[in-house]
């Protein structure tokens, strides 16, 4: 599972009198996230002052302000209502405070490094960002798993994804949601986080092999695979969008398959150096020999890495060679 966190700036919506390109791509990007409305692989997360920063501001999406961009900048194509659907749909999700149990954390001394990110956003905006990166640190801290992923976005980034760290000394802090305990006051964090800027750039940012080891659904291990595809046509040249490489699906008892590897062993044996029992495996440097039974005639010779499996050969019964 990995947690994904909207800071409001992200919803603020441009002035009318700014350039085309920065509405166009404010509503694109928010349209992106439709798609996690219903998803099971990641879960939302915003601070619970979003709304009321956005109204202070004057920067919530409000339906007229929309519409008369979308027609000042002849964007036919696009519709108030679904950019007001996404907003509204984003802003029922969980707060970060809720997910916590804690709605007073007091702090002081709060860096975030690089210093840019905060620097660049309107300083009505700043407070909010620290407290929610704040937050990040103790989910990840007191209530996550170690294999939990956590990923902040913000669209006034320069770049698609970054690790960024933020500290803070913790002053006081309700405790009851949490795993494991803060040993004491004040204490010091010290946190680095991954930072995106839109969805390309969250998809870049996912480790899918992390995200394949916490998965627990047939929606999650797709994803993992889909991510971990879109990551490797991305190294090799090729700009395929996800939605473009994902017209594929598992068989119904794949995911089963893949959840009991290395459970059903019973036709599985190591590979050894000679014919008896207490010979030692057959080694590749870290990797190990194994031998898999097909059938009576015919087994399955592949080596077993940390993070990977090779296939090495087919061979008849009597035949425990396996090549280098």
Not at 112 to 140: H, K, T
């Amino acid at each position: 599972m990995i947690n994904i966190y909207i800071d409001p700036f992200n919803f603020a919506c441009p002035q009318q009198d700014g350039n085309m390109q920065q509405f166009e791509d404010y509503v694109n990007n928010l349209l992106l996230w439709n798609d996690f409305k219903n998803t099971d692989w990641a879960n939302i997360l915003i601070t619970e002052r979003t709304m009321e920063i956005l109204f202070d501001t004057g920067d919530y999406p409000l339906w007229d302000n929309i519409k008369s961009s979308i027609l000042s900048y002849g964007l036919v194509e696009i519709q108030a209502k679904d950019i007001i659907d996404v907003v509204e749909g984003l802003l029922k999700t969980t707060t970060v405070e809720h997910y916590l149990k804690n709605e007073d954390i007091i702090y002081q001394d709060c860096t975030c490094n690089p210093l840019e990110l905060i620097q660049s956003l309107p300083e009505e905006y700043r407070i909010s960002s620290l407290n929610l990166m704040v937050q990040m640190a103790l989910v990840d801290y007191y209530i996550n798993s170690s294999e939990t992923e956590q990923i902040y976005i913000n669209r006034i980034l320069n770049f698609e994804f970054k690790e960024l760290n933020i500290s803070a000394k913790i002053l006081k802090c309700n405790q009851n949601n949490f795993s494991k305990k803060i040993p004491h006051f004040p204490y010091d964090i010290d946190y680095n986080f991954k930072c995106s800027k839109n969805m390309l750039g969250l998809y870049k940012s996912i480790d899918p092999i992390k995200m394949w080891k916490t998965s627990k659904s047939d929606e999650q291990y797709k994803m993992a695979l889909l991510i971990y595809i879109y990551q490797r046509n991305i190294e090799s040249g090729l700009n395929n969008s996800i939605e473009a490489i994902s017209k594929w699906d598992f068989g119904k008892k794949f995911i089963l398959s893949v959840k009991i590897f290395q459970e059903n062993m019973v036709d599985t044996h190591a590979l050894r150096t000679g014919k008896g029992p207490e010979d030692p495996q057959k080694k590749r440097g870290e990797d190990k020999a194994w031998r898999r039974d097909i059938d009576y005639t015919f087994h399955l010779h592949y080596w077993l890495g940390m993070n990977s499996v090779e296939f090495a050969k087919i061979v008849i019964h009597d035949d425990m060679s396996i090549p280098i």
